[in-house]
T-cell receptor, first 111, second 114 residues
Framework: GDSVTQMEGPVTLSEEAFLTINCTYT??????LFWYVQYPGEGLQLLLK?????DKGSNKGFEATYRKETTSFHLEKGSVQVSDSAVYFC??????????FGAGTRLAVHP | KAGVTQTPRYLIKTRGQQVTLSCSPI?????VSWYQQTPGQGLQFLFE???????NKGNFPGRFSGRQFSNSRSEMNVSTLELGDSALYLC?????????????FGSGTQLSVL
């Protein structure tokens, strides 16, 4: 079945450092891909999405490009802030219109 | 506009008991989905309801059930609780069925089974 694999956390960075969180997927066809963020004590929020190959999703300084050759959708940000500390989930929409999530990657940013 | 509301926020139960969780979707949203979040398994899809009918179901035992009312509010029930049912249960709503990218999540109900 469809699946999503994310790099394990936690990822610990200093403020203004460059962030990459790796995400790869296995799926039939070309599913829509998503990054969600979960701040402490809150539900998930959609961060960005891409619906077809080579699409780049972006929001709040975060970016991810849909790469069908490598079946990847890595999340990047050029300069992280303390307020970016959260858990990040990569996900795909499967053929039954439900979301398949990765295990999540915790990011801790220190001043 | 109020967000997705889940009650209660925290719940403590013992093995063998049953529990009911509630979800009120955003006004106008007719689709409600439930997810289980655990440290070991991550986020897993439980089921989706639309127009009071279950439209999609994940790979969970029959102890997990749900329903949706005419006002789109949804409840999830877990019977004969096991220790492994301890998790954060998240509810998400969307206006229509085919709008998974327009899902809005609640803050969840944290269930602890002792």
């Amino acid at each position: 079945g469809d699946s999503v694999t994310q790099m394990e956390g936690p990822v610990t960075l200093s403020e203004e450092a460059f962030l990459t969180i790796n995400c790869t997927y296995t799926a039939t066809g070309y599913p829509s891909l998503f990054w969600y963020v979960q701040y402490p004590g809150e539900g998930l929020q959609l961060l960005l999405k891409a619906t077809k190959a080579d699409d780049k999703g972006s929001n709040k300084g975060f970016e991810a490009t849909y790469r069908k050759e490598t079946t990847s959708f890595h999340l990047e940000k050029g300069s992280v802030q303390v307020s970016d500390s959260a858990v990040y989930f990569c996900a795909l929409r499967d053929g039954y219109n439900k979301l398949i999530f990765g295990a999540g990657t915790r990011l801790a940013v220190h001043p | 506009k109020a967000g997705v509301t889940q009650t209660p926020r925290y719940l403590i139960k013992t093995r063998g008991q049953q529990v009911t969780l509630s979800c009120s979707p955003i006004s106008g949203h007719r689709s409600v989905s439930w997810y289980q979040q655990t440290p070991g398994q991550g986020l897993q899809f439980l089921f989706e309801y639309f127009s009071e009918t279950q439209r999609n179901k994940g790979n969970f035992p029959g102890r997990f059930s749900g329903r949706q009312f005419s006002n789109s509010r949804s409840e999830m029930n877990v019977s004969t609780l096991e220790l492994g049912d301890s998790a954060l249960y998240l509810c998400a709503s969307s206006r229509d069925r085919d709008r998974v990218e327009k899902l809005f999540f609640g803050s969840g109900t944290q269930l602890s089974v002792l």
